[in-house]
């Protein structure tokens, strides 16, 4: 039996050897990628979708406008939830869901993209009991569509600005809903343009001329039959992105639009029919759903980058260019160590993202219940982590995907590699859920405090409990026997405690001087976000120490340590002046990193379909021609631009219309 999973007959003969090659059953590995409950049941749920032919694109979504598209992702996704009880185990498992809609849908959008993701979540931990009946049960029963409308035209990150008021209105127990001026229109909500009928909306609470700071109202936007939007709203969609273009992102105004005094969420923060308010237990609850969405971006994120890479390195082991050795016929691109180097690391990347997503979770599950009680002491560590993750994990995901991109040649610019769509939209998650500077800077925060409790000799948290240990002044790469790796990680520690009380004693001298803590700030702020992204990046490397650790079958172990030693390597070579900078690493040492680097690639050569093909991705969830499971590339490239809408006529009308006259009157020209 081929310990790779993926052989069927039929697949090109070039797939088949290479698979035949694999040190480990894929089935297995996608259990340690996945965890194996949810790998069965992705599994299961790609073989049911196959058979759901309503639930199929009508066509590539590539020759569709946006209008079709929005249509198109409307029909499936409610055929979706027509047939939901077939197909999944447990339709609360948000996992599952989303593998759901990944292989049904795709990620372009659809008019529940919001809904699931950040209405729901905020509905759950903002609401109260009462409120919850009385939304959250309609909401996940789909009788009503919502969002979340906190961005606004002139503010999306400095939250404190936002413009759009909650007036407390004592005499009709109301709040009144208003836009002040056209940067007030909230700008930007998912599914708001034109399928959405309720929001969430984010607004000042003024209570007798007092202004509380923002909270959160469920409003109603559209009538729920006729979906036209209620009186006093304005609402419609901000027009074409870069991508997520099957999402109707929207733009949101009131005028005046009156709410009963029970539509704020008031599970923590709350104000009585006397316009009593109440504070809630921590300042920042109310952040809870951007919260949701940062934790669950991390693994998705290294599913777009799993899916670039599975795409690319297929591809590379079709593809034939060019002789190694004269005469002896063209190489599979793959076996190029440029493109080994290129490809690789980034799917050791993919790997540990998807590590990292989970253990994630699972703090974001804990804090959760937690806050359920009114306990918040986690809360500053959870954004903490997830703001560092959130913004590290997007940089690089789109850095690698690009780099798949490239190494596909001029067919991986093509649509159809599916490349451009997917790094279109996990490109939005650099933006989106905070943007990445503004995110590495709150993390900062997090750890100038740290590096405070670590001189009382105290630790702020697990995530920092390293900055306590003593600082070594040399590594011991290459100084101890070969195929240790623990130096490696320590490399990652140290070079991350160094910046971190490096700005931190800068902050202090400039402060030391007289100079305020603001400007000292901004003086250090490049310095700062360095320090954010190297501490994420040694929290990332042990993410992956702890799941090579953590696993039990011996080739299942090997093969995922050497992805593991690759990225080590890698990384370090990324990050090799911070090292150089104190002389922690020496120049033979960066040497003996490249060259093992070097040999990694090599080991991992053979095994590189495998790791990919470990993914599972099915193929109508890559969408893509040149990432085919059975490597039929070049015919279906063929019969993929043989549906270009250009290909309708042989003659378009521009031809007649522009081109020929031209033509006709040069050449009645040079006739004179
Ligand atoms: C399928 C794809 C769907 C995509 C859907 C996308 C949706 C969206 O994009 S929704 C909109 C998302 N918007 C943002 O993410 C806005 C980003 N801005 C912020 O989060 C905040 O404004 C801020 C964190 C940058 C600053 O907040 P602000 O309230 O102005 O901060 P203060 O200076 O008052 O306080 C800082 C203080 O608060 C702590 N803190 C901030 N956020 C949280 C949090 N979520 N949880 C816990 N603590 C938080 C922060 O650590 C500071 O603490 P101290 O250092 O102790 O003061
Ligand atoms: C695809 C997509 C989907 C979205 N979906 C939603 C949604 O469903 N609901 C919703 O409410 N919003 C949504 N948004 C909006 C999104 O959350 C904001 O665009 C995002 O938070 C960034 O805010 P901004 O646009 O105000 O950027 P800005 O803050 O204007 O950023 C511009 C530049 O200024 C810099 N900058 C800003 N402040 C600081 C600072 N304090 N220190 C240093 N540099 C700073 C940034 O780093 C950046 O370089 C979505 C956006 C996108 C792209």
Known sequence: MPLNKEIQPG??????????????????????????????????????????????????MSFMTREEKLSENARKVVQMFAHVADIVEDPSDDAEMFHLSSNAIGHEGHPFGVHFVMFIPALKAQADD???????????????????????LGHGTNLRALETMATFDKATDEFVIHTPTVTALKWWPGSLGKSSNHAVVSANLIIDGKSYGHHNFMVQIRDENTHKPLKGITVGDIGPKMAYNASDNGFLGFDHHRIPRRNMLMRHAKVDKNGVYTKPPHAKIGYSAMVHVRSVMIGHQGMFLGSASTIAIRYSLVRRQGEIKEGSGEVKILDYQTQQHRLFPQLARAYVFMFAGKEVRELYQKVLSDMEKGETTLLADLHALTSGLKSVVTHLCVAGMEQCRMACGGHGYSRASGIPEIWGVAVGGCTYEGENMVMLLQLARYLMKA???????????????????????HSLIGRVPQGE???????????????????????????DKGMSKEIA???????????????????????????????????????????????????LLDMVNYALEDAYLKADQVDFIREDMYRLL???????????????????????????????????????????????ADVLPYFDKYLKPMMLAARQRSNI
């Open 11 to 60: 697949d090109n003969d070039e797939l088949t050897r290479e698979r035949l090659q694999a040190t480990f059953d894929t089935q297995q590995m996608a259990a340690a990628l996945w965890g194996s409950d949810l790998a069965r049941k992705r599994r299961e749920l790609a073989k049911k979708v196959d058979k759901l032919t309503v639930l199929h694109d009508s066509k590539d």
């Open 130 to 152: 009462e409120q919850r009946e009385k939304w959250l049960m309609p909401a996940l029963g789909l009788q009503l569509i919502g969002t979340y409308a906190q961005t606004e």
């Open 451 to 473: 590096v405070k409790e670590t001189k009382k000799g105290k630790s702020l948290g697990r995530l920092v409990d390293y900055l306590l240990l003593p600082q070594d002044r």
């Open 485 to 511: 790796y623990g130096p490696h990680l320590a490399a990652f520690e140290h070079i991350a405690r160094r910046q971190i009380f490096k700005v931190a004693d800068e902050l202090t001298k400039l402060q």
């Open 521 to 571: 700030w901004q003086k250090k702020a490049v310095e700062l976000q360095r320090a954010a992204r190297l501490h994420t990046r040694f929290y990332l490397a042990a993410c992956f120490h702890r799941k090579v650790q953590s696993v039990v079958d011996g080739r299942i172990r090997e093969a995922l340590a050497d992805l593991y030693h690759l990225h080590l390597n890698y990384e």
């Open 602 to 648: 090599e080991t991992i050569r053979p095994n590189a379909i495998s790791l990919v093909d470990a993914f599972e991705f099915s193929d109508r969830e890559l969408r893509s021609v040149l990432g085919r499971r059975d490597g039929h590339v070049y015919e279906n490239l063929y019969k993929w631009a043989k549906e270009s809408e250009l290909n309708r």
